[in-house]
């Protein structure tokens, strides 16, 4: 049974930062492309940032590129979010996503932003940030 498992969000003001955990359980975690999502009723779900877990590609959505780092634990099975400089904007539930699978469909460099690509997803962990 496959499980992830987020922590990490909570209350800072604009300029703070905080630092996302997300650990992956039932399946092959060094072998999954792995991404990092948010959600708000205005914006629908947003892709924040994408790892493969078995190298070194990483891509971020524009909003969060130059603030926000995803990096990967594969001892501990756990995929991280450090997000530093936040805005009141970055206000969101964030979700994590995973598909274990060989390929990622298409061109990953720009479809990793599709959630439906993914097939785990956790709970989600709620980020406020004020202003």
């Known amino acids: 049974q496959v499980q992830l498992l987020e922590s990490g969000g909570g209350s800072v003001e604009t300029g703070g930062s905080l630092t996302l955990s997300c650990t992956g359980s039932?399946?092959?975690?060094?072998?999954?492309?792995m991404a990092w999502f948010r959600q708000t009723p205005e914006k629908g779900r947003e892709g924040v940032a994408y790892a493969y877990t078995g190298g070194r590609s990483k891509f971020y959505g524009d909003s969060v590129a130059g603030r926000f780092t995803i990096s990967v634990d594969n001892a501990r099975n756990t995929l991280y979010l450090s997000m530093n400089s936040l805005k009141p904007e970055d206000s969101a539930m964030y979700y994590c996503?995973?598909?274990?699978?060989?390929?990622?469909?298409?061109?990953?460099?720009?479809?990793?932003?599709?959630?439906?690509?993914?097939?785990?997803w956790g709970q989600g962990t709620q980020v406020t940030v004020s202003s």
């Open positions: 996503a995973a598909r274990a699978t060989r390929t990622f469909p298409g061109a990953v460099a720009t479809t990793w932003r599709d959630s439906s690509h993914y097939t785990y």
């Open positions: 039932g399946y092959t975690f060094s072998r999954a492309y």
